[in-house]
């Protein structure tokens, strides 16, 4: 059995590029017999940026829904929300007084936040202590990130062979990242990478009315109707063919090709696609959001789950340290 766990952050709705980009790799792996998958939401790394406490809660619970409603099967894996497991605060303690300063200092995520946010708060800057107790409290063996996680995944590295070489090489797993190199960036409706930051997303589970209005903004040159137009450099052909049938998007792109195919004919064709492809998907979600109960109690039951291992691996780190 592998133990492979990964995190989302609650910050902000969970977007087309979440989906594709982390939520559906993260299922292909809990398909595998073999994988023992722990994955959670991330909500106390929200709080670095997420001040209001109804909105932290409700993108907590769209998050929490979307995981679900693209079919996690929480009976094998453990699906869990960060914040139900308080001992991860203690951990991070632990664990920051064995990261050096200036590693954390260097790390290129807290430079950039620190240049491109007005809130430079301490936890911004203690960050990737959190995640590295999120991963090591678990035992993790593998951790599936984008590219933008890698350095967050060394320090957890460096963090778990300091804390070992203190110790015995046995007390905390080193994981390895699994970077997901293959999987491509999803670009936004202004055709940058789709981030909840850059206002440009698209959200599968929005209302059909909202999903046509965000579909509707996707950025297009003006070539007229009946011109003949070069699909891969659209954003709404880059977006369909993420989505669509290798035949449809064929189609497609010859019918930009020929002419007489406007941006609009195209828009309404991923409207279509994205409806079809999260049919179920969108009613699930729905679901979830309308019995808040339901959802909660599944993350109840994944938090009990999480606990089980995480109070094993505290308490083998607070002997350790000669606290027990
Ligand atoms: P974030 O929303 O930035 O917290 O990202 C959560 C996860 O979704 C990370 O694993 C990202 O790598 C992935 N992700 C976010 N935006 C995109 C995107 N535009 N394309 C592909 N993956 C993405
Ligand atoms: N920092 C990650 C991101 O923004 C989210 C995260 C928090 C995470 N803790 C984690 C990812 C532990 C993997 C493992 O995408």
Redesign the pocket.
Known sequence: MSRIL?G??S??K?????I????LPALDLARHSENDCFYFI?DLHSLTTVKDAALLKENTRAVAAAWLACGLDTSRHTFYRQSDLPQVAEFTWYLSCFTPYPMLANAHSFKDKSDRLKDVNAGLFVYPVLMAADILMYDAQFV??????KQHLEITRDIANAVNKYHTSELLVVPEASI?ED??????TDGQ?????YGNIIDVFATEKTLKKQIGTIITDSIPLEEPKEPESCNVFNLYKLLASPEAVEEMANLYRRGGYGYGHAKSALLGVILDRFAEERKRYEFFMQNPEVLEERLKEGAEKAAETANVVLSRLRSALGYS
Do not use: E
């Open positions: 990964t989302i952050q910050s902000g969970p977007h087309l590029g979440n594709l980009g982390a939520i991330a599936p990130v984008g590219k933008d996680q997901r999987v491509m960036t999803v670009i936004g990478k789709m981030s909840k930051s």
